[in-house]
């Protein structure tokens, strides 16, 4: 990115990049927990680009992971990148949501074929309405998270011992952030030296987008999630495949048609069992 000369645009600047990059953290650990679960044992054999490195605060041995708490945690940082992506300067907010929509994808491409489409893929919703603030709050996100990723267990649900842990976690991941947003502020503005983006490439920007788009289209019975995709990432990254509405649609009609004629087999087969 080009050479910034206010002070403040670089600290906020540096602000949005540690709460991606901490974002990318959390779906790293839960593409990591999906893929153990999976496998049922061993480790993650995709690349990593933010796990284990220094803003990574997280002590798995004396907090296991659990699948609610993985999840959870994309959703806090989805919520904490909404409050850090408001520009004054509608020309830097393009040109800043042009890096952070390529580097995700960029992210999203080292998915590759042979990685299910599972509830990484899912969050993309929630995190590019975050980034791109369309829309008016953090309940906005909420409800986007619950729409197209999980009915997340509201804290209100919860007996009073999981409220306290909830709350406490909570407080805890907040803090751990705040502490290390505010630290690398604090070095940027004693060094005088211009921000430094983090990059998370792990393929290119069109697999990601294709991987994205394919899984939209998987997930969901509406062109609605995959057409909401496109939009929102052909709006700042050039380059990208078209994927037409036409396209789209017809994408789904032989998705749900392949659906159908699956499920009239399976009856016919259980009823000529049954005789």
């Not at 509830?119 to 309405?129: G, K, N, Q, S």
């Not at 998270?145 to 991941?173: F, Q, T």
Request: glycine share 6%; proline share 3%.
């Amino acid at each position: 990115m080009s050479k910034l000369v206010q002070r403040p645009i670089q600290v906020q600047l540096q602000g949005l990049d540690n709460v991606f990059h901490m974002m990318i953290i959390a779906l790293e650990r839960l593409e990591a927990f999906l893929m153990i679960r999976r496998s049922g044992g061993g480790v993650s054999q995709l690349p990593t680009t933010a796990i284990k490195t220094d803003r990574d605060l997280h002590d798995d041995k004396k907090n296991p992971p659990t699948l609610s708490g993985v999840m959870k945690e994309v959703l806090l940082q989805c919520s904490a990148l909404f409050f850090q992506t408001e520009f004054d300067d509608e020309e830097l907010f393009t040109k800043t949501m042009r890096y952070f929509f390529s580097d995700l994808l960029e992210w999203y491409g080292g998915r590759g074929s042979d990685v299910p489409y599972d509830e990484v893929d899912r969050y993309i919703l929630p995190i590019c309405v975050a980034l791109s603030r369309q829309v008016d709050s953090v309940a906005g996100i909420m409800q986007v998270c619950e729409m197209y990723v999980a009915n997340m267990s509201r804290i209100e649900d919860l007996d009073d011992e999981g409220k306290e842990k909830a709350v406490r976690e909570g407080l805890e991941s907040l803090i751990r952030g705040m502490e290390a947003v505010n630290h690398r502020k604090e070095m940027l503005l004693e060094s005088g030296e211009d921000v430094k983006l983090t990059t998370h490439k792990r393929g290119s920007a069109v697999e990601g987008f294709n991987r994205l788009m394919k899984a939209m289209i998987s997930f969901y019975d509406t062109s609605t999630p995959a057409k909401r995709v496109r939009n929102m990432f052909t709006s700042y990254v050039e380059g990208l495949p078209e994927f037409s509405d036409d396209e789209i649609e017809k994408e789904i009609s032989s998705k749900l048609k392949d659906d159908t004629n699956s499920l009239t087999t399976s009856s016919t087969q259980d009823n000529s069992n049954k005789n």
